[in-house]
């Protein structure tokens, strides 16, 4: 299963874009990046996810490196709500294959400024 | 979007008795379910995968027999914590994943806060 690193926390003043980095070195062919995130105390919210095209939907956009090694979550206008953890996500598959599961690392920690 | 919720949202029990958290999808069928649970300023750690009408697949270490899973319908999975005990306490999370939709997204609950006593 391909792991990922993530910075441990990041700063971004409110109204301007953050940009959180990933790296995926491991990752297989066959293999989608998946961003989530997690404010304090609830459960992770699905943001966006890609396989080596470049994503945007009403959230945010995934850049992925043309050798999939990393990619890159852009909130383009980051506000207070914006605060959490955001978890970048390599999804694996099972010996069923029919399954997959999701293996959360430690996440950034997103700290959205006034 | 898919709407995941679970109930109860927070309980507090004396330690031995068992507990039951309750996780439905609301507007989609699940085939598969996932229960995760996070101590305190941890990440998320997998507990168990549950698929209807089947025994749930526990992760190493977790306790099957401490940890009852039942997926008896497509929109309802339940996790039975039995015999709790302090270190038991801890936020549970449940999610469901869409198989129809055929993006594989895994939709998450809001989670429930158990404290044991």
């Known amino acids: 299963d391909a792991k990922t690193t993530q910075p441990t926390s990041m700063d971004c003043a409110e109204g301007r874009a953050a940009n959180l980095p990933c790296n995926h070195s491991?990752?297989?062919?066959?293999?989608?990046v998946y961003w989530y995130r997690q404010i304090h105390s609830q459960g992770p919210q699905y943001i966006i996810h890609g396989l080596k095209n470049n994503e945007t939907n009403e959230m945010a956009s995934l850049i992925i490196t043309e050798d999939r090694k990393s990619s890159t979550l852009i909130l383009p206008h980051a506000t207070l709500r914006d605060t959490a953890v955001y978890y970048c996500?390599?999804?694996?598959?099972?010996?069923?294959?029919?399954?997959?599961?999701?293996?959360f690392g430690k996440g950034t920690l997103l700290t959205v400024n006034p | 979007g898919a709407v995941v919720s679970q109930h109860p949202s927070w309980v507090i029990c004396k330690s031995g008795t068992s507990v039951k958290i309750e996780c439905r999808s609301l507007?989609?069928?699940?085939?598969?379910m996932f229960w995760y649970r996070q101590f305190p300023k941890q990440s998320l750690m997998l507990m168990a995968t549950?698929?209807?009408?089947?025994?749930?697949?526990?992760e190493q270490g977790v306790e099957k027999d401490k940890f009852l899973i039942n997926h008896a319908s497509l929109t309802l999975s339940t996790l039975t914590v039995t015999s709790a005990h302090p270190e038991d306490s801890s936020f549970y999370i449940c999610?469901?994943?869409?198989?129809?939709?055929?993006?594989?997204?895994?939709?998450f609950g809001p989670g429930t806060r158990l404290t044991v006593l």
């Open positions: 996500i390599v999804r694996v598959l099972n010996s069923g294959g029919s399954n997959y599961k999701l293996t």
């Open positions: 999610s469901a994943r869409w198989w129809e939709r055929g993006t594989n997204e895994q939709f």
């Open positions: 549950s698929n209807e009408g089947s025994k749930a697949t526990y």
């Open positions: 491991t990752i297989s062919g066959n293999e989608y």
């Open positions: 507007d989609f069928q699940a085939t598969t």
